[in-house]
């Protein structure tokens, strides 16, 4: 069992720093969305992408681990976490210190990151809401009938130039 507390402690490990090192990343795409740098954004999406397949492939590695602790503890490794570890270590303080500081700094690291995300998150759909506004005004400005070229007589020439004038026939009425 301590091998595999080492184990998953140097897995844990390898998670912390792989998130310490996106949090500088996902900085830098706050920078790029601030200042609409699209080729500085797919680059940084890109290195972000490759972060996490990284992370992604050391997670598949924690849940083995996890899987294998299930096992030699008797417990279906759905129900197991770093909260119950911790738990269930009470009588080796030594490995419950260790993995509850290694819990404590990846919740840490954790919490910076969703917090860096939430504001990228939030400029992304404000880029979008103001890049839909746009679409939209200039959809409208497309489809808007008549001349919009105005004189003194802004009212004769608008409405003679669209039809409207007062021989037309509204085949509607």
Known sequence: MASLIDELTGILQQEQEMYQQLIPISEQKTQALITEDLPKLQEI?????????????????????????????????????????????????????????????????MNRLVDVNEKNKSLIEASLEMIEFNMNFIQSTRMSPGNNNYDKNAASAGTASAGYGTASFDAKQ
């Open 45 to 109: 999406t890109a290195r972000e992408q490759e972060m996490l397949d990284q992370a992604a492939a050391v997670g598949h590695r924690r849940e083995e681990v996890l899987q294998n602790m299930g096992m030699v503890l008797n417990r279906d490794p759905k129900d197991l976490n770093l909260t119950g570890l911790i738990a269930l270590l009470a009588k080796q303080p030594e490995e419950q210190e260790k993995l509850a500081a290694m819990h404590d700094s990846l919740r840490a690291t």
